[in-house]
């Protein structure tokens, strides 16, 4: 699956880049202003879903009902404080083995693209420097229906001129996994088994791919 692939599509936080954490201290720092304490194993049901069902799954973890309005002025507090985060990013946060592939698969003629439900995605490839190693970045700016909805991998697919059945996701989240599965693509895991068991294969990081590319022909 991975040697046939014509594009790889691939999720940006927790995949390519470790924004992930920002986005728990983000969340950490709203809860604790509601009074509760967000766990690490809270915030994994976070992973690859949208602004405010994120909002909606941290409400619920602790017990706290909010309108609307107080739902939308706090979600903006969130990201506010998020982006002070991400704006003192630089390439050292790059994950380990995940520019290597990104320029070992491209010298294989295979296209790339960034498809990230974070409307932060183009600041963070400035900050970390990519821009230059993907064909086409689709963001939340771009689709209105979030992971596990297909749309951000349809459009990416789209965007790349590339079938759907023809591309390969990447992702580090059970939501993105099940909407690569919906678009019809293939789909590989990057991180633990527990929460990727239906991609269709499963990597820690970027290496086993790595040293699999250097002893296959």
């Known amino acids: 699956m991975i040697?046939?692939?014509?594009?790889?599509?691939?999720?940006?936080?927790?995949?390519?880049?470790?924004?992930?954490?920002?986005?728990?201290?983000?969340?950490?720092?709203?809860?604790?202003?509601?009074?509760?304490?967000f766990a690490e194993t809270d915030?994994?049901?976070?992973?690859?879903?949208?602004?405010?069902?994120?909002?909606?799954?941290?409400?619920?973890?602790?017990?706290?009902?909010?309108?609307?309005?107080?739902r939308r002025e706090s979600a903006s507090?969130?990201?506010?404080?998020?982006?002070?985060?991400?704006?003192?990013?630089?390439?050292?946060?790059?994950?380990?083995?995940?520019?290597?592939?990104?320029?070992?698969?491209?010298?294989?003629?295979?296209?790339?693209?960034?498809?990230s439900a974070?409307?932060?995605?183009?600041?963070?490839?400035?900050?970390?420097?990519?821009?230059?190693?993907?064909?086409?970045?689709v963001d939340g700016t771009k689709v209105s229906r979030a992971k596990p909805e297909p749309d951000v991998f349809l459009r990416a697919a789209r965007e790349l001129g590339i079938a759907a059945q023809d591309c390969v996701v990447f992702e580090d989240a059970e939501a993105g996994i099940e909407a690569a599965i919906r678009a019809g693509m293939g789909s590989v895991g990057v991180g633990k088994m527990d929460y990727l068991q239906n991609a269709d294969l499963v990597i820690p990081s970027f290496q086993p791919l790595l040293v699999i590319s250097r002893i296959t022909p």
């Open 3 to 37: 040697r046939m692939m014509k594009a790889a599509i691939f999720d940006l936080d927790g995949v390519i880049v470790d924004t992930a954490k920002y986005h728990y201290w983000a969340w950490k720092r709203l809860a604790r202003e509601l009074g509760f304490e």
């Open 43 to 70: 915030n994994e049901r976070l992973k690859g879903v949208s602004r405010m069902r994120s909002l909606e799954i941290l409400l619920e973890v602790g017990g706290v009902a909010m309108d609307e309005a107080t």
């Open 77 to 115: 507090r969130k990201d506010g404080w998020y982006v002070e985060y991400v704006e003192k990013m630089n390439p050292s946060e790059l994950l380990p083995g995940a520019v290597e592939y990104v320029r070992h698969i491209r010298s294989r003629g295979v296209r790339t693209a960034i498809a």
């Open 118 to 137: 974070s409307r932060n995605a183009p600041l963070i490839i400035h900050r970390v420097q990519i821009g230059s190693l993907f064909d086409a970045v």
